[in-house]
């Protein structure tokens, strides 16, 4: 049996976010983008994670701190609330260093350019 993909798609990881981590295929939706980038800080893929933020804010996160935040916390699930062509509102669920359960609710925009999606910035509750 495969393993359901981390991002709570109900697809198996093969069939969902791992050909958008593997670069063998583009996200074709914001959404799409969106879970990935979720499953992509659950396994961690840091470079990933700044291959598809757009040029414009790629400056405002280093590597080094992608990579911390990833694997410092225990990922739990991925909620969508709201997605519309070029945002999505999540909740992602996690355990922290201290095992509390915490919520990172966030509001995200998204750009298509030169035929892919880039993460640019989001709103934060
Ligand atoms: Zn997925």
């Not at 359901?4 to 996200?27: I, R």
């Not at 739990?76 to 945002?87: F, T």
Request: net charge negative; aromatic share 16%; proline share 2%.
């Amino acid at each position: 049996m495969k393993n359901s993909c981390y991002c709570g798609s109900g697809f198996s990881f093969s069939d969902c976010c791992e050909p958008f981590l593997k670069k063998s295929k583009n996200a074709p939706t914001a959404e799409k983008l969106m879970r990935s980038r979720y499953s992509a800080y659950v396994t961690p893929e840091a470079d990933y994670l700044l291959a598809t933020t757009h040029v414009s804010t790629r400056k405002y996160h280093s590597k080094s701190d992608v990579l911390e935040w990833s694997k410092s916390n225990n990922w739990l699930r991925l909620e969508i609330l709201d997605a519309s062509e070029n945002s999505v509102e999540f909740k992602a669920y996690f355990l922290d260093n201290s095992l509390q359960t915490n919520i990172h609710h966030e509001k995200s925009a998204f750009k298509f350019e030169d035929e892919r999606w880039f993460y640019v910035d989001g709103e934060f509750f």
